[in-house]
């Protein structure tokens, strides 16, 4: 089992490699299934189906995401509705030939539930366009099941919503309960065919939003940005039976997709490759007015306006009281009944001559039009033959389209067509008196705008002037967030110093929790009672201010329950602060290597703090999709909750790498002694491996309660390495093991032995000399989870003696001016 794992790890490591192989590597069959982590990918490797975890959980699902970006992407989920909870899960053909998810006690999570008859032979291809394809043989139509047919989320390419009249079967895109749950959420996305065909969201399945009817080139009155490349068509089959939308892009140069989110709002995102990060490029359903049946009967929308709803012209709200508090979702009356109504329709024929049109221009139309293949000039007077016709509206590409009974959802839009309401005679004719009314308003207005506006800008250039300085001030955070950096940082709140200054007491010195890397860290309480820690750079510190930079670009990506939450920055003249969620534990060094406190610490405390450690660096390393190497892992720097959770902090000299990007080399080696791998030291390597090292010193240092740098001097001369390496292979646990737990009641009762003895192992391997022999995180994980039984035999660490330097160790500190002798041990 070890084998398999560290057999996909090295596949994900070396790019080259997997493209050798990767015509095989783009299916599954009965003989090969995947096991978490391991993955497939599409054969020209735009797509990848595999496992992976969301923030803040340790669920894990089978899912297509893309593959070769650094944001983890997801477009699909099989088990969204029953997540794994551990790394154990298998994707596998079952012996009935369905695609199932498995989890570690083989029970079925989630099946691809077809009946097929020829299971030895069956394959799951996952296609270039993100298909996920159930087969017998290499038959093309022979498609048992298809992901593209069970969406998820997102709408991609070459993908077909429908629905099909006749059976009631429907091909829905179906929201995620939240951001970081995939599970079914309330909205949905589908074609509805109507009379004429529309796409709707609905919510709960009650209609939530609308097209617009399709006019065989656009849907009525949707409106997409001027300068969109994609759009949508809708197709019909032969017998008008079922309905399908299709989305295409014209402009290939950017990966495209559309999401329904949690809220119902439905976007386009395309991959800025220069902001490294998705940006919608348009959203449907935008403005209030967009919710179905907002104004409700006879009520009509316009989001420019306030408020957004007024009645159509000849009607009144059935609510006065309640359409003045704004609840407008009872609608509209008719005051004057129709001539046709009161002639009480007996011939039809009668009393056409009193009724008329009202004319609106460039309207969506209303929900549920009837449709007849009518020219254009005729539409009036079939409307008007018919009592029960309250509107009618044309256009070319559907004919004449008109509504009885109450019209819902009318609303202004610049994409639309001119509505017809049917009126009596007697309320158009006001509409003509008043018309001239609204002229003259119109004309008095204008008089008075100007003459205001020429005062309001009298004023505003005077203060304009007043507030040049502040202006400035704020142009140039602004300048910061969109263009120092380079990334796209709208999701980071921007504090204002005053809010910061509030909140610490002015920066009192007694608010002050410590120091950190680049500056003092303030402990505060926001507004709301919010409890936070804000982080302030010294001024005039250049090197701090890189840091700074750093930080605000790693962790603004990030999202994970063992990575301390950046709540936003502040960035104001020479200000600039961080404010970060408050740990009341603060940091684990504190409590680790204090003789009065450390017995909180039992071993059950410490296995959780060691694990979580674990998964926040397994985040960081490989499901983030962006590979972060944090270079400085030690004890200081991992903050404790209330209720002592790690999380991992400080990302100031965190480096991002490249989607295939393993190591790197830096002049600069910046870190901290004790914690950083030989190779990094003495040639400035760094990758996965030294995070590995760190973590490694980290963990024996977590089941020692002794600080690796406290061995100085010490009788043997070992480091705390060479002590724990001594001892281990001398089969002495006890010496190694902090004596608080060794006493501890809990100790001795639960048999925890096996388990420390385990982890001091698992840290041992994580120190070796050479990195190629220490395991990457998700091995790691694996291996003090017990998934992996076998552990290797650790060779012999580096740095076994003690270290040379006996200044204060824990400084971070610069080496460029060391000389490498100096450290190559004796
Ligand atoms: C995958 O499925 C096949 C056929 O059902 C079965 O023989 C095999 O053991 C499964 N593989 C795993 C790893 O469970
Ligand atoms: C599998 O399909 C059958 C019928 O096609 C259905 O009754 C059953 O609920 C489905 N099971 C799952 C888990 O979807
Ligand atoms: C698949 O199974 C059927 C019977 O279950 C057998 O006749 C056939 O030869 C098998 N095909 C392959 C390729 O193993
Ligand atoms: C991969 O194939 C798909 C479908 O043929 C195509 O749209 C896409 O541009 C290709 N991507 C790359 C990177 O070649
Ligand atoms: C989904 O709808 C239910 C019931 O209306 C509501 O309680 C819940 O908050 C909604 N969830 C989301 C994510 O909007
Ligand atoms: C495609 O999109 C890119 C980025 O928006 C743009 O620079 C380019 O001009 C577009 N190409 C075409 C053919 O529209
Ligand atoms: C609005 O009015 C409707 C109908 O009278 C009522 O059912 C609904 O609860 C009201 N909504 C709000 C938010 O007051
Ligand atoms: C039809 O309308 C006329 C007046 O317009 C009325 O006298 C007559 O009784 C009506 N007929 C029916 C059947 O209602
Ligand atoms: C009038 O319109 C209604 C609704 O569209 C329809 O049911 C009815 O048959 C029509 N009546 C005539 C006489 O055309």
């Known amino acids: 089992m070890g084998k398999t794992i560290s057999c996909s790890v090295v596949l994900s490591l070396i790019p080259c490699f997997y493209l050798l192989f990767a015509t095989a590597l783009d299916t599954i069959t009965p003989s090969k299934s995947i096991k978490d982590p391991e993955f497939i990918i599409s054969q020209n490797g735009t797509f ?117 009249v006749k059976k009631g079967r429907k091909v829905e895109i179906k929201s995620w309960k939240s ?101 919608k490029s348009y959203s449907i359903y935008h403005t209030d007015c967009d919710v179905y049946g907002k104004c409700g009967e006879f009520g009509m929308c316009n989001s420019k306006k306030r408020p957004i709803c007024s009645c159509l012209k000849g009607f009144k709200p059935r609510n006065a009281e309640e359409w003045s508090r704004g609840n407008w979702s009872s609608g509209c009356f008719r005051t004057t009944p129709l001539q046709c109504q009161r002639d009480n329709n007996n011939g039809s024929g009668a009393g056409q001559g009193d009724d008329g049109f009202l004319e609106m221009k460039m309207m969506n139309v209303p929900a549920f039009p009837d449709r007849s293949s009518i020219v254009n000039g005729e539409c009036k007077d079939q409307c008007l033959k018919n009592c029960s016709c309250v509107a009618y509206a044309y256009d070319a590409g559907i004919g004449c389209m008109m509504w009885s009974g109450d019209l819902i959802d009318v609303k202004e839009s610049s994409r639309g067509v001119d509505l017809y309401i049917r009126l009596p005679a007697s309320e158009l004719d006001k509409g003509k008196s008043s018309k001239v009314i609204v002229i003259t308003t119109v004309i008095a207005g204008i008089g008075v705008i100007t003459i205001s506006a020429l005062f309001l800008r009298c004023r505003m250039l005077k203060h304009k002037r007043r507030n040049k300085k502040r202006k400035h001030i704020k142009f140039c955070s602004e300048n910061i967030r969109e263009n120092s950096i380079g990334v796209k940082l709208q999701q980071l709140p921007l504090f204002n110093f005053e809010e910061l200054a509030t909140a610490t007491n002015n920066f009192n010195h007694a608010k002050m929790l410590g120091k950190g890397g680049f500056g003092p860290v303030y402990r505060g309480t926001l507004d709301d009672g919010k409890e936070i820690a804000v982080k302030r750079l010294l001024k005039a510190s250049g090197q701090g201010l890189e840091e700074f930079m750093n930080e605000v670009v790693v962790i603004s990506k990030l999202q994970h329950r063992n990575l301390v939450r950046l709540l936003g920055c502040c960035v104001e003249g020479e200000e600039k602060m961080l404010a970060y969620e408050y740990m009341p534990n603060k940091s684990l060094d504190a409590l680790l290597f204090d003789p009065a406190k450390q017995d909180v610490l039992d071993w059950r405390k410490r296995f959780n703090i060691i694990e979580g450690i674990s998964r926040g660096l397994l985040y960081l ?99 705390l390495l060479g002590y724990a390496w ?55 994980v694996s291996m003090l989870n017990s998934e992996i039984s076998d552990l290797s035999t650790p060779k012999q660490p580096a740095f076994i003696e003690a270290p040379l330097m006996s200044h204060d160790v824990e400084d971070r500190v610069s080496l460029n001016d060391v000389t490498l002798t100096n450290l190559d041990g004796r």
């Open 48 to 164: 990848r189906l595999g496992f992976f975890s969301l923030a803040n959980s340790n669920n894990r699902y089978v899912g297509i995401l893309y593959h070769q970006i650094p944001v983890q992407t997801v477009v699909w989920v099989a088990n969204r509705n029953r997540p794994l909870k551990d790394s154990s899960g298998i994707l596998n053909i079952s012996d009935d030939g369905n695609l199932v998810v498995l989890n570690g006690k083989t029970e079925i999570l989630w099946s691809s539930n077809v009946t097929n008859t020829a299971p030895n032979v069956t394959t799951a291809h996952l296609s270039d366009l993100g298909n996920l394809v159930l087969s017998n043989g290499d038959d093309a139509g022979s498609s048992l099941w298809e992901s593209f047919q069970h969406p998820s989320n997102a709408f991609i390419e070459s993908m077909e919503i429908s629905t099909d």
């Open 179 to 279: 951001h970081d749950d995939p599970s079914d959420g309330n909205f949905s996305f589908g074609i509805e065919p109507f009379n004429v065909p529309e796409f709707v969201i609905w919510n709960n399945n009650q209609l939530y939003f609308r097209s617009g009817p399709w006019n065989g080139n656009m849907f009525i009155g949707l409106i997409l940005p001027t300068v969109a490349f994609s759009w949508f068509s809708v197709v019909a089959d032969n017998r008008q039976q079922t309905f399908f939308i299709g989305y295409e892009d014209s402009n290939h140069s950017m990966l495209t997709y559309c999401e329904l989110d949690s809220q119902g709002k439905f976007s386009e995102r395309r991959w800025d490759a220069e902001k490294g990060n998705w940006i």
């Open 621 to 719: 390393h490989r499901d983030s999709r962006l590979k972060i190497i944090h270079r400085d892992l030690k004890a200081s720097n991992i903050l404790l909750d209330e209720e002592l959770n790690p999380k991992i902090s400080d990302f100031g000299m965190a480096r991002i790498f490249g989607g295939n990007q393993n190591q790197a080399n830096t002049k600069r080696v910046v870190g901290t002694y004790g914690y950083m791998s030989p190779e990094y030291v003495m040639r400035g390597q760094f990758s996965e491996k030294s995070d590995v090292f760190s973590f490694g010193v980290l963990l024996l240092e977590v089941v020692s309660g002794r600080r690796n740098t406290s061995f100085c001097n010490d009788q043997y001369a070992l480091s």
């Open 726 to 780: 001594k001892l281990w292979r001398e089969g002495d646990i006890c010496g190694i093991v902090d004596k608080v737990i060794l006493e501890s009641e809990t100790y001795s009762k639960n048999g925890n032995e096996k388990e420390i003895w385990r982890c001091i192992h698992v840290g041992l391997l994580c120190v070796q000399e050479f990195a190629k022999d220490r395991p990457t995180m998700p091995t790691v």
